[in-house]
């Protein structure tokens, strides 16, 4: 209870908050609507309720933006093009893949870059650069690119996906397989151990807390990437084209809609990843 | 007798940024087959260094040195000896028994030879029990025993230990102390143990090395007369006090010869 106390005022203060700038912000609009039909001398709580019950507010009031988000998954078949789950789907495929992508390279290229100085040199200032340029300028050349030599769908999205969450795979997982110490690095060389057997016994194992940090920032930012993918697409489908025509249109409360749903996609992967931390930890009988 | 190791005029320098600095220089020891051999001195006298050049860990820049006959490199490949360092440097996602089974997967012994092996080299240092528990659930003595449990799960005569108690207090360390000395004499091997306790090396060697620093070098070289039997309060026998005086005047003459104690 002490702890569902706090939460729960939190949530509460946010709800109050969003309605009463929903009034705030919906007043205008409504006040012409109203002058136009006639009315007058509205009392505020009728007035209140009409600013949460437009079509096209400019800010939704929560309880529009949850009715939109349960007609638009469950109201709706799940071909349907105007599905948020159809779309949430696509947008999750791409995530998912672009993130196994994403999470290989890094392992790769840190792999490459502690056992070579020569690759530490080479890969870190492009690695660096790379993250240096806007996704948003990147993303439509790749798109559009794969896409005049035929590779359309999944992939492209995928790569974008790729390019934002390997980087701080590389980043944390160097600095991972650098974590031993000199004294254990000592302990397998008295051994004469190969240095595939420090790899796997030693270096990997003590990536591991770097790994999953790495990981849970990554899957969330490849939600991002594959968003930002979509938009350059819009015949794709996805949750970045539902933000896109929402925007086109006016629907404020499909964006809100599918703002939603990618905020809750990514909380839920990165809690996945999160208990797949709390059972290799168990593995590897981290203390509680 | 056979010599474990021989140095001959060994010597090792490190260059910096400052210049050079000499780490050993004309280090010349003979240690022979079961003997336990202690090398005292303050800091900096290069005691861990001659450890770890036995060891292969550092390379001499003079000298030479062999090992069971063959080059450090060459001794270190044959897995020629077992290390215990100043910390127990023990693998905190493996389980005791896991620690001690990681030189054995890393040597190729067998799944049945692994179990073999753990059972009683964790019983030689009373660990028996143990098995299942990760590192941070041991206190800080019985995790070094269960790194010496390490070291003598393969089949490595010579045992060289860094320190291995320098961490630990006074009680734990008399026990262990006294403990390893039974193991020496159950296990025959030969031991090289650095250490800067007066009473640690008398207590336990059958030779000890009294170094000084600044360049490390090797001022006395004392057998001990002690029995191989030593109970815990031989400490307070003349013969041992003897010795340990012996060792004091070692090092004080060590320390004069930088002319920085008259």
Same mark, same amino acid.
Not at chain 1, 131 to 139: D, E, G, M, R
Not at chain 2, 31 to 47: A, L, M, Y
Not at chain 2, 212 to 226: A, M, W, Y
């Given at each position: 209870?002490?702890?569902?106390?706090?939460?729960?005022?939190?949530?509460?203060?946010?709800?109050?908050?969003?309605?009463?700038?929903?009034?705030?912000?919906?007043? *205008?609009?409504?006040?012409?609507?109203?002058?136009?039909?006639?009315?007058?001398?509205?009392?505020?709580?009728?007035?209140?309720?009409? @600013?949460?019950?437009?079509?096209?507010?400019?800010?939704?009031?929560?309880?529009?933006?949850? !009715?939109?988000?349960?007609?638009?998954?469950?109201?709706?078949?799940?071909?349907?093009?105007?599905? +948020?789950?159809?779309?949430?789907?696509?947008?999750?495929?791409? @995530?998912?893949? &672009?993130?196994?992508?994403?999470?290989?390279?890094?392992?790769?290229?840190?792999?490459?870059?502690?056992?070579?100085?020569?690759?530490?040199?080479?890969?870190?200032?492009?690695?660096?650069?790379?993250?240096?340029?806007?996704?948003?300028?990147?993303?439509?050349?790749?798109?559009? !690119?794969?896409?005049?030599?035929?590779?359309?769908?999944?992939?492209?999205?995928?790569?974008?996906?790729?390019?934002?969450?390997?980087?701080? $795979?590389?980043?944390? %997982?160097?600095?991972?397989?650098?974590?031993?110490?000199?004294?254990?690095?000592?302990?397998?060389?008295?051994?004469?151990?190969?240095?595939?057997?420090?790899?796997?016994?030693?270096?990997?194992?003590?990536?591991? *807390?770097?790994?999953?940090?790495?990981?849970?920032?990554?899957?969330?930012?490849?939600?991002?990437?594959?968003?930002?993918?979509?938009?350059?697409?819009?015949?794709?489908?996805?949750?970045?084209?539902?933000?896109?025509?929402?925007?086109?249109?006016?629907?404020?409360?499909?964006?809100?809609?599918?703002?939603?749903?990618?905020? !809750?996609?990514?909380?839920?992967?990165?809690?996945?990843?999160?208990?797949?931390?709390?059972?290799?930890? #168990?593995?590897?009988?981290?203390?509680? | 007798?056979?010599?474990?190791?021989?140095?001959?005029?060994?010597?090792?320098?490190?260059? @910096?940024?400052?210049?050079?600095?000499?780490?050993?220089?004309?280090?010349?020891?003979?240690?022979?087959?079961?003997?336990?051999?202690?090398?005292? &001195?303050?800091?900096?006298?290069?005691?861990?260094?001659?450890?770890?050049?036995?060891?292969? +860990?550092?390379?001499?820049?003079?000298?030479?040195?062999?090992?069971?006959?063959?080059?450090?490199?060459?001794? #270190?490949?044959?897995?020629?000896?077992?290390?215990?360092?100043?910390?127990?440097?023990?693998?905190?996602?493996?389980?005791?028994?896991?620690?001690?089974?990681?030189?054995?997967?890393?040597?190729?012994?067998?799944?049945?030879?692994?179990?073999?092996?753990?059972? #009683?080299? +964790?019983?030689?240092?009373?660990?028996?029990?143990?098995?299942?528990?990760?590192?941070?659930?041991?206190?800080? &003595?019985?995790?070094? #025993?269960?790194?010496?449990?390490?070291?003598?799960?393969?089949?490595?005569?010579?045992? +060289? %230990?860094?320190?291995?108690?320098?961490?630990?207090?006074?009680?734990?360390?008399?026990?262990?102390?006294?403990?390893?000395?039974?193991?020496?004499?159950?296990?025959?091997? @030969?031991?090289?143990?650095?250490?800067?306790?007066? *009473?640690?090396?008398?207590?336990?060697?059958?030779?000890? $090395?009294? %170094?000084?620093?600044?360049?490390?070098?090797?001022?006395?070289?004392?057998?001990?007369?002690?029995?191989?039997?030593?109970?815990?309060?031989?400490?307070?026998? *003349?013969?041992?006090?003897?010795?340990?005086?012996?060792?004091?005047?070692?090092?004080?003459?060590?320390?004069?010869?930088?002319?920085?104690?008259?």
């Amino acid at each position: 209870m002490t702890r569902i106390l706090p939460v729960l005022t939190i949530l509460l203060a946010i709800l109050v908050f969003w309605y009463a700038a929903a009034v705030w912000m919906n007043a *205008p609009w409504q006040n012409t609507l109203n002058n136009r039909a006639g009315l007058e001398n509205v009392p505020f709580t009728s007035f209140a309720q009409q @600013t949460w019950a437009q079509d096209k507010p400019v800010l939704p009031a929560p309880h529009q933006v949850v !009715g939109e988000i349960w007609n638009a998954t469950m109201g709706l078949e799940f071909t349907s093009r105007r599905s +948020l789950a159809y779309h949430g789907w696509i947008t999750l495929s791409a @995530t998912l893949m &672009g993130f196994a992508f994403g999470t290989a390279l890094g392992v790769g290229l840190a792999v490459a870059i502690i056992h070579n100085d020569a690759s530490d040199r080479s890969l870190m200032p492009w690695i660096i650069a790379s993250q240096t340029i806007p996704i948003l300028a990147v993303a439509p050349m790749v798109v559009v !690119g794969l896409g005049a030599v035929g590779l359309t769908g999944l992939v492209p999205k995928a790569l974008i996906s790729m390019y934002l969450s390997f980087f701080p $795979v590389v980043v944390g %997982m160097v600095k991972g397989l650098r974590s031993p110490e000199n004294i254990q690095l000592d302990l397998m060389r008295t051994y004469d151990a190969s240095s595939w057997q420090v790899f796997w016994k030693l270096r990997w194992p003590a990536a591991m *807390p770097f790994l999953f940090a790495s990981m849970k920032v990554g899957i969330a930012i490849s939600l991002i990437g594959a968003v930002v993918a979509e938009l350059s697409n819009a015949a794709g489908g996805g949750l970045g084209v539902r933000l896109l025509t929402g925007s086109y249109n006016g629907q404020t409360i499909q964006i809100w809609a599918a703002l939603f749903i990618a905020a !809750g996609l990514a909380a839920v992967l990165v809690a996945i990843v999160g208990s797949a931390e709390r059972v290799v930890n #168990r593995r590897m009988g981290v203390r509680a | 007798m056979t010599a474990v190791v021989s140095a001959e005029h060994l010597g090792l320098t490190f260059p @910096t940024g400052d210049g050079d600095i000499v780490a050993l220089s004309d280090v010349n020891l003979t240690i022979e087959k079961g003997d336990f051999v202690s090398f005292i &001195g303050p800091s900096g006298c290069g005691k861990t260094t001659f450890l770890r050049t036995i060891a292969d +860990l550092e390379q001499p820049t003079s000298g030479t040195l062999t090992i069971n006959g063959m080059s450090a490199e060459q001794a #270190r490949e044959a897995r020629a000896y077992g290390y215990v360092f100043q910390a127990p440097a023990l693998y905190p996602w493996r389980t005791i028994e896991k620690n001690v089974a990681l030189p054995l997967e890393i040597m190729g012994y067998s799944q049945a030879q692994q179990a073999e092996r753990i059972a #009683r080299t +964790l019983e030689l240092v009373n660990l028996s029990g143990f098995e299942k528990k990760y590192p941070w659930q041991l206190s800080g &003595g019985m995790q070094q #025993r269960a790194s010496i449990a390490r070291a003598l799960a393969f089949d490595a005569d010579l045992l +060289l %230990m860094d320190e291995p108690f320098g961490a630990l207090d006074e009680i734990v360390r008399d026990h262990l102390n006294s403990e390893l000395l039974k193991l020496w004499d159950r296990t025959q091997k @030969t031991i090289c143990f650095v250490t800067h306790s007066i *009473p640690e090396a008398v207590y336990l060697s059958t030779k000890i $090395v009294v %170094m000084s620093p600044r360049p490390g070098r090797v001022t006395d070289i004392i057998e001990s007369s002690l029995p191989r039997e030593r109970p815990l309060d031989i400490r307070e026998t *003349p013969e041992f006090l003897e010795i340990a005086a012996r060792v004091r005047d070692g090092l004080r003459a060590g320390h004069s010869y930088d002319g920085d104690l008259v």
